[in-house]
């Protein structure tokens, strides 16, 4: 055998040697690069939850609900309010629908709150009325801050007391006064009064529905004039008393009947 034949034998059984690859290089990161990436996925986050926030139908008005309202409908709040459906929820001004509320004669006070996710709570209290004036053929009702705040033109509520004065409102003296006797009164005698009378800060009359007259003075004491007033009433209905037509708890502590 040749070594030409040798050396082709060789070449066939031995698998030929694969060539060597030159290592592969790897770049580093560059941190500022990596630092961008994280925040543009910040930035696009945050676009996201504003726009769900601010735009999106998902978090945005679908019921306006009120609590509180009794005189008053509750559509009749939602229109002073002013929070229109589809509003997203957190663009709602609660201090301007609350403001707009509450100048509606009948309430008291008012607080506008939003109920996540699409709902806007608004709860009123309204004015409650005490006693009833008249000014030029109207009829008003008034609350014990002395707020003219409703018009009746039929029997008042149960409880409401006429009222003479002569310038019925929250800032005149005779007005205070006469909503001060009635307001220490309870109500089962209250309603046994028939009209209160005031003609200054200083002289207040009730009459009675038997027609008794109770002179009660100035605004001072009124919690003690009302027990005391309450105590005789009670004693006259059970004849421990003689019947009298003139009660005066203007002293508290020396009544006068006659």
């Keep these: 055998m040749s070594r030409a034949a040798t050396t082709r034998d060789r070449s066939r059984g031995a698998p030929a040697e694969a060539p060597r690859r030159a290592p592969r290089r790897v770049r580093p990161v560059d941190p500022r690069r990596r630092l961008a990436v994280r925040v543009g996925l910040v930035l696009a986050a945050l676009g996201v939850v504003a726009w769900v926030v601010w735009g999106s139908p998902l978090l945005a008005v679908s019921t306006v609900r009120v609590d509180g ?66 000014q ?12 003219l705040f409703d018009t009746v033109t039929g029997r008042p509520p149960a409880g409401v007391v006429p009222l003479d004065v002569r310038s019925p409102g929250p800032d005149d003296p005779a007005t205070r006064a006469g909503l001060a006797a009635l307001v220490e009164l309870p109500r089962d005698v209250r309603t046994q009064v028939a009209s209160v009378a005031a003609r200054s800060g200083n002289e207040v009359t009730l009459t009675l529905a038997d027609g008794t007259t109770v002179l009660w003075g100035t605004a001072e004491d009124s919690a003690e004039k009302a027990d005391v007033l309450v105590a005789l009433l009670g004693h006259l209905a059970s004849g421990g008393l003689e019947p009298a037509t003139t009660i005066d708890v203007s002293a508290p502590s020396a009544v006068v009947l006659r």
């Design 69 to 134: 309202a009794g005189s008053l409908t509750a559509e009749q709040v939602r229109a002073a309010a002013g929070v229109a459906e589809g509003t997203p929820l957190l663009r709602v001004d609660t201090d301007a629908a609350a403001a707009r509320v509450a100048r509606l004669p009948q309430v008291a006070s008012v607080q506008v709150t939003r109920g996540w996710p699409q709902t806007v709570v608004v709860t009123v209290e309204e004015r409650v009325p005490v006693a009833v004036v008249e």
């Design 136 to 147: 030029a053929g109207t009829r008003s009702l008034v609350d014990a801050g002395g707020v």
